[in-house]
């Protein structure tokens, strides 16, 4: 299967604790975000990156939050000092920017579902 | 800014019945992308949909049609003779076009849980 996949799928830690969550995209895709999503909400954009270049990051980005793509290819997320309102699934996507309307379409992973007790 | 509302939470009906499910989106740009995506119960959103703001044509796939009327900026979606398969929760979502010609980050709806009853 050559879909986005994300590591660890569950995690759960105790507050203050760091973590960290791995995606890797479709192997041709340049273009990697991450997004948030809690429970009964739509996503909610993070970040995203055009090979190793961090683009955009939203304000829903505290300090505590990091994202890296040192190589172009996989991603991380690392959270410092977790809360508990960091609980929830955190969903990465990649895309292709060939120009066209494809460029558009965002293929979405499992997720990496959180729980900070 | 851009906002996307989904004002149906939850709709149910029974299969075979038709349903549609409404969106309605705001963006002060003149070229945007408008998507659908389903969310079944395993969690993974798969994508059904894309369409430019230039191209206000409906389309239809099987079961699944689009109606997209930049008037009333609205974005719906219609599924004729409803499964119990399509239940799932179905998310709208809006994309500005960004400088590189790839999308920047969606804004999505906060989604209409969709139940087919047998």
């Known amino acids: 299967d050559t879909g986005v996949s994300q590591n660890p799928r569950h995690k759960i830690t105790k507050r203050g604790q760091n973590v960290t969550f791995r995606c890797d995209p479709i192997?041709?895709?340049?273009?990697l975000y991450w997004y948030r999503q809690t429970l009964g909400q739509g996503p909610e954009f993070l970040t995203y990156?055009?090979?190793?270049?961090?683009?955009?990051k939203s304000r829903l980005l505290s300090d505590r939050f990091s994202a890296e793509r040192p190589k172009g290819s996989f991603s991380t997320l690392e959270i410092q000092r977790t809360e508990q309102g960091d609980s929830a699934m955190y969903l990465c996507?990649?895309?292709?920017?060939?120009?066209?309307?494809?460029?558009?379409?965002?293929?979405f992973g499992p997720g990496t579902r959180l729980t900070v007790l | 800014a851009q906002k996307v509302t989904q004002a149906q939470t939850e709709i149910s009906v029974v299969e075979k019945e038709d349903v549609t499910l409404d969106c309605v989106y705001e963006?002060?740009?003149?070229?945007?992308?408008l998507f659908w995506y389903k969310q079944p119960p395993s969690g993974e959103l798969v994508f059904l949909i894309r369409?430019?703001?230039?191209?206000?044509q409906n389309e239809i796939s099987g079961r699944y049609s689009w109606n997209f009327q930049k008037s009333t900026s609205s974005f719906n979606f219609t599924i004729t003779a409803s499964q119990v398969v399509d239940s799932a929760v179905y998310f709208c979502?809006?994309?500005?076009?960004?400088?590189?010609?790839?999308?920047?980050?969606?804004?999505f709806g906060k989604g209409t849980h969709l139940i087919i009853q047998p």
């Open positions: 963006t002060r740009d003149t070229t945007y992308y």
């Open positions: 979502a809006l994309s500005e076009a960004s400088t590189g010609g790839g999308a920047d980050g969606l804004t």
């Open positions: 990156f055009q090979n190793e270049a961090q683009l955009e």
């Open positions: 369409r430019n703001s230039f191209d206000e």
């Open positions: 192997s041709e895709h340049n273009r």
């Open positions: 996507a990649s895309s292709v920017t060939s120009g066209g309307p494809a460029s558009y379409e965002q293929f």
